[in-house]
């Protein structure tokens, strides 16, 4: 079932259309001008619009041309409905950015049939649409922990830094790792390695701010990115993440482990950090400092 919209001046046209629509099950809307059919497109957002191209004041070539050039409703398939037989009419429709064409008086099994063509090729671009936004997605994360990859990050970063320092906008990095990993691995194994990994990507995204980007950043390593944040708060955060992360009890068959990270925090404005690049050396900085003093506790730059 569809929802369409039926646009001519001749009530019988719009009474036989409507009633054949109807049968097939779809939902009819109907206006008689160029006018009220373009409002309707815009606050119903119909699946397919049937546009008669003789209209009094603006004309269906018109009301095609705009209904095309509108982002919201560009993508709506438009068949016309002409009762000129003339091919210029039609090409000139198409020209207008029309799917297709059906000639008046219609004949009801090829009026269904153009509209179930058009309806399903408007359900194949909307799932493809779909599936390359979860592509994207896809190519933004890291597979193992589902945050976002590095490459992500730094395409981020850039591009948030130059924003920060047009609007004058606090931002923090946060960077950490997880203490003796490579030992863990060597103990516990690479696949239970993984999987704290895994936790750990969760753990992330359940406690930082909606506002706030995690990626991984490569191995054991994770970066946060938080927005109008300035270190102080961000040092609050950080902590909070690196107690829960102290306190989490990490099942592997009948074991229960816990690991510890280092976190290292710097925030813009700071004297020294002029760009993306320098925001994350002196977020790292920070974190070997952390590693110097002991491990398991939060530095800030
Ligand atoms: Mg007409």
Redesign the pocket.
């Known amino acids: 079932m569809a929802r369409i919209l039926i646009i001519?001046?001749?009530k019988l046209?719009l009474h036989v259309a409507k009633t054949i629509l109807n049968k097939q099950g779809h939902q009819v809307l109907l206006a008689e001008d160029g006018n009220t059919g373009l409002q309707t497109a815009a606050t119903e957002y119909p699946d397919l619009i049937l546009l008669?191209?003789?209209?009094p004041g603006i004309d269906?070539y018109e009301v095609c041309q705009r209904i095309k050039k509108e982002d919201a409703t560009s993508e709506i398939p438009v068949i016309m409905l002409t009762?000129k037989s003339e091919a210029a009419d039609k090409v000139r429709g198409l020209e207008m950015g029309a799917s297709d064409y059906v000639t008046k008086p219609f004949d009801e099994g090829e009026l269904i049939a153009r509209v179930n063509i058009h309806l399903q090729i408007r359900e194949l671009h909307e799932n493809l649409k779909e599936k390359n936004r979860q592509l994207k997605e896809m190519a933004n994360r890291d597979g193992l922990t589902g945050l976002y990859n590095h490459r992500y990050f730094q395409e981020t970063i850039s591009k948030d830094f130059q924003r920060a320092i047009r609007y004058h906008e606090s931002l923090s990095c946060v960077m950490f790792d997880i203490d003796h990993f490579k030992k863990f691995n060597d103990n516990y194994g690479h696949q239970t390695g993984d999987m704290v990994l895994k936790t750990l990507g969760g753990l992330i995204e359940e406690l930082i701010r909606d506002s706030d980007l995690s990626a991984r950043y490569g191995g054991e390593e994770f970066v946060l990115l938080m927005y109008h944040t300035a270190p102080k708060e961000a040092l609050m955060i950080a902590e909070r993440l690196r107690k829960a992360v102290e306190q989490y009890k990490f099942h592997a068959d009948d074991l229960v482990l816990t690991v510890n990270i280092s976190v290292g925090v710097a925030g813009f404005p700071h004297p020294e950090i002029t760009d993306a690049k320098t925001l994350i050396e002196c977020a790292d900085k920070a974190l070997y400092r952390a590693k110097d003093e002991g491990r398991n506790r939060v530095v800030v730059f």
């Open positions: 001519d001046d001749s046209i008669d191209l003789i209209l269906g009762s």
